[in-house]
């Protein structure tokens, strides 16, 4: 039976993917350590679920309108205004199942086919694909070790056509853990005003989740000739650990995009789930003490990986301001005799990341999603998601590794 065309344009999600392959080994008996993850190891906070069960008990258990429920987009405006300093209205404000289905329904509502959208590279592995279901040409912009994984402002510059429909910044990012400062993104603006045409997607999923004296600044905070047109892009996923609950809300001063988003969501999913959505409310209005936990957390964690991944031989590792991601540089090591016949072994001839991923795997037990799945193959990516307990043993192992394909 014939399949969509439409397919044929795009990959299975890699990340999920790798995360099915270490489980299966795990479920064989296998003792593997998966860097592989998405999501914080955290259980979701116990407000959020007492009042989650508070709203299925009082019947809140029918569709709400497509938008969400008027409560919760209120508290979305509250918690920006509270966290970022901006005023939105509730009506700016959509709900929908996931940062996943915020992104595809914006891609659909804005994207003409042809049209190009600007993506800094690394990036996060749906962007690409989600451009490309919506019949617009993905524009990567590929940044590089040397340059700190930050797209540059000339570089911005230089993808920008007649045709560029809109630019996608990913601060803190997936997968470098990069995290823009304010002049930075100051420069983007400076160049996006010039362009009143184009759409600024700000995914800041990982907004929460910055180390050290980063700070975290998104371009509708900058730019309030911009304002207009930036949509925020966020989700409960990461910040409240609560990705498999599915949800996450766009923001935008544009009513004619939200209408768009309530046309797309009302003929495809409609509302995200009534009684999630009363869980999301008493998460907004929490007072954060669990969000700043598990950020200590990950940051002792990443201080110790990045100390680890520094000392290993052909390794170079820059240490990430925000999310839950290490990305190291690999290049170091990929012409080395051992590493090539390590790509013979595991059959991949053609990718070093995904033969390093395959080997490491194979060798060693330890799964990481290769660089080239987020347009990079130069690099892996290590997800600090797990027990400082397993990061210890995985890199041991790693370190292992990486003395065997010396040579
Ligand atoms: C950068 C980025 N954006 C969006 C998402 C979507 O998250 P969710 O659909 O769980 O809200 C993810 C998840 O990994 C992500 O890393």
């Known amino acids: 039976m014939q399949l969509s065309n439409r397919l044929n344009a795009i990959e299975a999600s890699p990340t999920l993917g790798l995360t099915a392959l270490a489980n299966k080994l795990k479920s064989e008996g296998k003792d593997v350590v998966g860097f592989g993850a998405g999501e914080p190891d955290f259980d979701t906070p116990d407000y959020i679920k007492e009042a989650t069960i508070a709203a299925l008990k009082e019947g809140k258990t029918k569709y709400t309108p497509v938008l969400g429920v008027e409560a919760l987009r209120k508290a979305v405006t509250e918690f920006i205004k509270r966290d970022i300093l901006l005023d ?22 804005i994207v003409n086919p042809g049209d190009e959208v600007i993506i800094p590279g690394p990036y996060w592995v749906s962007y690409k694909d989600m451009v490309m279901l919506s019949e617009g040409k993905p524009v990567i912009v590929n940044t590089s070790f040397e340059s700190g994984f930050k797209m540059t402002t000339d570089q911005l510059q230089s993808a920008i056509t007649a045709k560029t429909r809109a630019v996608i910044i990913n601060s803190p990012s997936n997968p470098t853990g990069v995290v823009y400062s304010r002049d930075e993104l100051k420069s983007f603006a400076n160049i996006l005003e010039k362009y009143p045409d184009i759409w600024i997607i700000t995914d800041d999923i990982y907004a929460k989740l910055i180390y050290d004296d980063n700070e975290f600044f998104n371009l509708a905070m900058l730019g309030e000739k911009l304002r207009d047109r930036v949509i925020i892009a966020d989700s409960f996923s990461k910040a409240f650990s609560m990705t498999g609950w599915r949800l996450g809300y766009a923001v935008t001063k544009n009513p004619g995009l939200v209408a ?68 190291p540089d690999i290049s170091g090591l990929v012409q080395k005799p051992r590493f090539i016949s390590l790509m013979e072994k595991y059959k991949e001839k053609t990718s070093y990341s995904k033969a390093f991923s395959s080997a490491l795997l194979g060798e060693k037990l330890v799964a990481m999603v290769p660089g080239i799945a987020f347009g990079y193959d130069m690099g892996m990516r290590i997800s600090y998601a797990i027990s400082m307990e397993q990061i210890k043993k995985g890199m041991e192992r790693v370190a292992e590794f990486v003395d065997i394909c010396q040579g």
Do not use: W
């Open 88 to 109: 939105y209205n509730a009506a700016d404000v959509v709900i929908c199942s996931g940062g996943k289905q915020v992104l595809y329904n914006i891609f659909m509502s």
């Open 260 to 327: 768009a988003l309530e046309k797309i969501q009302g003929q495809s999913t409609s509302n995200a789930t009534s009684f999630v959505q009363y869980g999301a409310i008493a998460a907004l209005k929490g007072d954060l003490s669990f969000v700043d936990k598990m950020r200590d957390a990950f940051q002792e964690r990443r201080d110790f990986i990045v100390k680890t991944l520094s000392m290993m031989p052909g390794i170079k590792v820059h240490n990430p301001g925000g999310a839950f991601y290490v990305f």
